[in-house]
């Protein structure tokens, strides 16, 4: 196992389109974790599932985005009519099902840019 | 709410030398973690060391140390014998032990650490 696997590394769109990134948990992992992080600044929580349930969404996740992770184990992330305040790194991250000592492993991350 | 703050934007260090990062944070829970993850440039973050509420021993993890202290919500990361790969992000995080906020890492905003060779 390679560890989290995010796809692409780099996105670059104009404002208005839909991109889509996606995410391969290592695979026992059950929970999967969105996180998104600006220039200069700690990842912020967007969302997470436990196998195919998505169990929690921030306040950030506006309409525009959407999580699915169809059969418990890739997951992607939609974000439709792109704005430029989209720009930021996408992370993705999984771990055991587990209480807080969850340790989480993070992928690379998806770097998006909206023009 | 949890908050997590790192007041250190910016840190440097000798190599060889040590150097240690702060971190402080605020919460209503009794029972916690609370970790350093390390984010090297353009690459992926790795957790450093990790250290249970419950426990009062500080976590060890090779040249990596932490001064845990409760009372006063404090969590700083020692760096010993600084390497020029250590020079990166660092970033402290916390969760809930019984997961109360949501079962997500609260991240604070990170301090970038440069290695002078």
């Known amino acids: 196992d390679t560890g989290v696997s995010q796809d692409p590394r780099h996105k670059i769109t104009k404002r208005g389109q839909n991109v889509t990134f996606r995410c391969d948990p290592i695979s026992e992992h059950n929970r999967l974790y969105w996180y998104r992080q600006t220039l200069g600044q700690g990842p912020e929580f967007l969302t997470y599932?436990?196998?195919?349930?998505?169990?929690?969404k921030s306040r950030l996740l506006s309409d525009r985005f959407s999580a699915e992770r169809p059969k418990g184990s890739f997951s992607t992330l939609e974000i439709q009519r792109t704005e430029q305040g989209d720009s930021a790194m996408y992370l993705c991250?999984?771990?055991?099902?587990?209480?807080?000592?969850?340790?989480?492993?993070f992928g690379a991350g998806s770097r998006l840019t909206v023009l | 709410a949890q908050t997590v703050t790192q007041s250190q934007p910016e840190m440097s260090v000798q190599e060889a030398e040590t150097v240690t990062l702060s971190c402080t944070y605020d919460?209503?829970?009794?029972?916690?973690?609370l970790f350093w993850y390390k984010q090297p440039p353009s690459r992926q973050m790795i957790l450093v060391i990790r250290?249970?509420?419950?426990?009062?021993q500080n976590a060890t993890e090779n040249r990596f140390s932490v001064n845990f202290q409760k009372a006063a919500k404090s969590f700083s990361l020692k760096i010993s014998d600084s390497q020029l790969g250590d020079a990166a992000m660092y970033f402290c995080a916390y969760i809930g032990r019984w997961n109360n906020a949501g079962n997500m890492l609260t991240f604070g905003g990170g301090t970038r650490l440069m290695v002078k060779p």
């Open positions: 991250a999984s771990s055991l099902r587990g209480n807080g000592a969850n340790v989480l492993t």
């Open positions: 599932f436990q196998n195919e349930a998505q169990l929690e």
């Open positions: 919460t209503s829970e009794s029972d916690y973690y």
């Open positions: 250290q249970e509420a419950y426990k009062q």
